[in-house]
């Protein structure tokens, strides 16, 4: 590779990172790891819920990304409008389920009380290589990935003249959205600790949440769908 080559995709490779970084804080992100990390005790597994969904969202995106490079295509914009309704109507049901949880949840003393959901067993895991991630949040991630892989893919295509640039630009855009989902995720559990120490407050918190996913589920899907469904 040329200097000159070298230094624009130096440039291109910042551009994803800090591009990825910010992905990280879009409204629908953040309305997501906030559902989750409100039912889970702890920075370190919050964190760990905030980087099972980045790590979901980068697989995603590399799928569909780089076999959209591959085959220079764009994703169509029906396809990718569904699934931006998809994930509206998904942080729904996911704050439908933390109000539940809340409700159903059995009230404990406040130096032993934790957020409702917090004791997922095995099951609620997935193993990759030597990673355990939460599989929820993965899942979560990689609806999201298939959402976002057209926007991204327009992007690294308008980037990079090669398809193996166009490809690492996505997995380095990947690390930063995943970086910044798991630091959102740590520090969102700091504030949500401190109430946690008041009686019953995990409860109203995991409620209030869920309450909040539930309407902005129902406003980020309903005009998709609105505009899907018109005849």
């Known amino acids: 590779m040329t200097p000159d080559g070298g230094h624009s995709w130096l440039v291109a490779a910042m551009l994803a990172l ?17 559902t989750m990390v409100a039912r889970r005790p702890g920075a370190a597994t919050a964190a760990r819920l905030g980087v099972s969904w980045g790590i979901g969202h980068t697989v995603a995106l590399l799928l569909l990304g780089s076999a959209l ?6 994703w169509s914009a029906p396809w990718d409008a569904g699934f931006e309704a998809v994930v509206g109507l998904m942080i729904a049901g996911m704050g439908v389920r933390a ?12 130096d032993t ?7 997922g067993g095995a099951s609620a895991h997935a193993h990759l290589g030597p990673l355990t991630l939460a599989r929820g949040p993965l899942l ?13 893919t327009a992007l690294a295509i ?3 003249p090669t398809s193996a640039e166009q490809v690492a630009f996505m997995v380095v855009f990947g690390v930063g959205s995943t970086l910044g989902m798991g630091a959102v995720a740590a520090m969102a559990d700091r504030p949500l600790a401190r109430l946690a120490r008041v009686r019953h407050a995990t409860r109203w918190i995991s409620a209030a949440t869920g309450a909040a996913a539930v309407v902005f589920g129902a406003a980020w899907s309903a005009p998709v769908l609105a505009t899907l469904l018109r005849p």
């Open 113 to 119: 009380e934790t957020r409702p959901g917090a004791s």
């Open 99 to 110: 109000i539940v949880e809340a409700w159903t949840a059995r009230p404990t003393a406040p």
């Open 140 to 152: 979560v991630g990689l609806v999201h990935g298939v959402a976002g892989s057209g926007a991204l």
């Open 69 to 74: 490079v591959v085959a220079r295509r764009q």
């Open 18 to 34: 800090t591009v990825g970084l910010r992905h990280a804080f879009e409204p629908d992100h953040l309305m997501a790891v906030a």
């Open 158 to 160: 308008a980037s990079l």
